[in-house]
């Protein structure tokens, strides 16, 4: 199995930035591709950002403002988010898959979250 530990909320003022970082263990192998969800206040979990050797891709809305980095053999991710929104207020979740689609509806494990807040 595959444990996933993120790292980096916290508080910022709109037009701020945070950078979330995310470490994967235990059979890493078995990760093809990592990525990030969030899970807004109204309980609407999200599609984010996710990367592979084969594909990157992120949602329309964050295109531009957030930036995902991996390491393909440390299994770690990043997510760099520039000029925050009040609405990208989040639980923030790392994952991984199996499958190197990197896109969502892929995705098998997941890390516990860490709480973004933009105020407005």
């Known amino acids: 199995q595959v444990q996933l530990s993120e790292s980096g909320g916290g508080l910022v003022e709109a037009g701020g930035s945070l950078k979330l970082s995310c470490s994967a263990s235990?059979?890493?192998?078995?990760?093809?591709?990592l990525g990030w969800y969030r899970e807004l206040l109204s309980g609407q979990r999200e599609f984010v950002a996710a990367?592979?050797?084969?594909?990157?891709n992120y949602k329309e809305s964050v295109k531009g403002r957030f930036t995902i980095s991996a390491d393909n053999v440390k299994k770690t991710v990043d997510l760099q988010m520039n000029s925050l929104k009040p609405e990208d207020t989040a639980v923030y979740y790392c994952?991984?898959?199996?499958?190197?689609?990197?896109?969502?509806?892929?995705?098998?494990?997941w890390g516990q979250g860490t709480k973004v807040t933009v105020s407005s």
């Open positions: 990367t592979s050797r084969d594909a990157t």
């Open positions: 994952a991984a898959s199996p499958l190197s689609k990197a896109v969502a509806g892929t995705f098998a494990f």
């Open positions: 235990g059979t890493i192998e078995l990760i093809k591709a």
